[in-house]
């Protein structure tokens, strides 16, 4: 009996495109002589839905969807992902259901167990927990394997690594014990940072325990904030990994019966490397699934637009990305020289377009309201009005030629509100808001190592980060050296850290209170973001769900 593991990258709500998808990787499958062919979680209706499914006709189509698939693959056995209905009469209407195709019907169907409700997850808002084990007897030539159906999160329960049991319950347990041959997994499991090491750990520790191989299908692709890496696995009943699909592509891994050696293993990529990977993927993703195929990016010379210019070309193509330089009398004239040389080294369209004038005039115009109300030294407003000039211009050529806008900001600006709302954080898709600056400038290097050449400029590596939006900027007037705010970051955004602890750790008191406190006063912009794309286990996305109007005291010192 040979299996197809059938890494796709559906798109959320597109039923009639995911079922082309699904036909084509059956195809595919069987001219590989599959005979059993998986698929990974929801991958009907994509992942995750969200409120999409509070759309009715959605929810019908996509049930239509696999009928019509069991139908085309009658010589196959299809296992697949969608919402499934209720019919029980109590609880939530939906189910995060899985489907076993074979003989042109529906033979089997089973609903997730455990529904995550933590992170960027939110499926206990949507569907009904399943209360049923499902193992399906497949036979092929008279061979006969009992495949045990479990759905993701069903895979994420084990105490050993969590330090307690997360749930109540353990499905997969269940399902080896209802006489599984196999552990099948529809999974739908996002990338960040390392995240392949602990899965595969948690997974090959589980199958050893229960001595059991497993098949795990993951999906692949970016839905909007989140990212999936795929890696898809087979791991044998030691505990072993036998085989693995590609990372950020689509990959179709076929795995003979027994689970043995000798199968496609393909390496993960290293961090940065991933990380690279993720973000490409990410930018692709995005722009085409909402039906955009080019990018417009503010340049400034720095390292931010120059490492999202660069990730863009990746993506899409240098001909699909459009660079704009907006120089101020603030702009130094290296800064417009490593603007150039990025755009030349990555084949780049580059456009000037000088602020000055725009800028004077929005001067001359506030001159007299500042001069009445007394407030005539400059502060930090002056300088936002050339942010906000160059966010009004670059929205102005995104709406004209049709192209999105990436925004430039990264995560340990929008940590501490170190961006201007209207401004640089203009924007349709935030590429580096999960990447903090230090992994920055890591990237940035990785880049030009990666490429063979240099594609961002030494010069833009090296100088010290600056907004230029005065004379003589730089980020360390304002900010704490990035490799102190990045450590304090980790550990109070990241990890959750505590104020007294992070200090115990010996960073410096006032510098992590400080962070600490520009950190909530910063919520009300980050609310106003644009999507940014996720890659470490804390980002300012779906996740990150902290209040504005409220007063955090989260140094011990205050407490009552």
Request: with cysteine.
């Amino acid at each position: 009996m040979t299996f197809a593991l059938a890494q796709i990258d559906p798109t959320v709500g597109d039923i009639k495109g995911n079922v082309r998808r699904i036909l084509a990787e059956c195809d595919q499958a069987r001219r590989s002589g599959a005979d059993v062919v998986i698929f990974p979680e929801l991958c009907v209706f994509g992942y995750p839905p969200r409120d999409a499914v509070y759309r009715a006709e959605l929810v019908e189509r996509n049930l239509r969807a696999v009928e019509e698939i069991a139908r085309r693959t009658a010589d196959l056995t299809v296992v697949l992902g969608h919402v499934g209905i209720n019919r029980t009469g109590t609880g939530r209407p939906l189910l995060n259901a899985a489907s076993v195709c074979t003989g042109g019907t529906v033979r089997a169907r089973y609903a997730k167990s455990l529904l995550p409700t933590y992170d960027v997850f939110d499926e206990a808002r949507y569907f009904e927990p399943g209360r049923e084990t499902v193992v399906v007897d497949v036979r092929v030539n008279g061979t006969p394997v009992r495949l045990g159906i479990t759905i993701c999160e069903d895979l994420w329960n084990d105490a050993q690594f969590e330090g307690r049991k997360v749930y109540g319950q353990d499905p997969v347990k269940r399902t080896v014990e209802a006489g599984a041959d196999v552990v099948v997994n529809l999974s739908a499991s996002p990338f960040r940072s390392g995240v392949w090491r602990g899965r595969e750990s948690l997974f090959c520790s589980q199958m050893a325990a229960h001595r059991r191989p497993l098949l795990y299908v993951n999906q692949v692709g970016g839905n909007d904030d989140v990212l999936f890496d795929g890696a898809s696995l087979a791991i044998d009943a030691a505990g072993t990994v036998a085989a693995r699909a590609k990372a950020f592509e689509e990959d179709l891994l076929i795995v003979h019966w027994p689970i043995g050696s000798g199968l496609r293993v393909e390496p993960y990529p290293e961090e940065l490397e991933s990380i690279r990977e993720a973000l490409a993927m990410g930018i692709r993703d995005y722009v085409h699934k909402c039906g955009f195929t080019s990018v417009l990016v503010g340049v400034s010379g720095g390292i931010d637009s120059a490492v999202t210019t660069a990730l863009a070309v990746e993506a899409l193509g240098a001909e699909h990305v459009r660079a704009v330089a907006l120089p101020s009398r603030f702009s130094s004239a290296h800064s417009l020289e490593d603007a150039r040389a990025l755009a030349d080294n990555l084949g780049v369209r580059l456009t000037v377009m000088d602020i000055e004038p725009v800028h004077r005039a929005v001067e001359e115009t506030l001159a007299p309201v500042f001069a009445e109300a007394g407030a005539t030294t400059p502060t930090v407003a002056e300088e936002n009005v050339q942010a906000r000039i160059r966010g009004l211009l670059l929205m102005a050529l995104s709406n004209k030629f049709g192209a999105l806008l990436l925004s430039t900001g990264n995560k340990s600006e929008w940590a501490v509100g170190y961006c201007t709302l209207y401004g640089d954080m203009c924007g349709a898709l935030a590429v580096l808001s999960d990447v903090p600056k230090t992994t920055v400038f890591a990237l940035a290097r990785h880049i030009n190592e990666h490429a063979g050449r240099v594609l961002i400029p030494e010069h833009t590596i090296s100088k010290p980060p600056s907004a230029e939006l005065r004379e003589h900027q730089t980020d360390q007037d304002t900010l704490p050296p990035y490799d102190l705010l990045d450590a304090i970051l980790e550990r109070y955004v990241t990890h959750g850290e505590r104020i007294d602890r992070i200090i115990e750790a010996g960073l410096d008191a006032d510098t992590v209170r400080r962070v600490a406190r520009m950190v909530a006063r910063s919520e009300y912009k980050r609310k106003q973001a644009p999507v940014g794309l996720k890659v470490t286990s804390r980002a300012f996305g779906t996740g990150w769900r902290m209040p504005i109007a409220a007063r955090l005291e989260t140094d011990p010192r205050n407490d009552v």
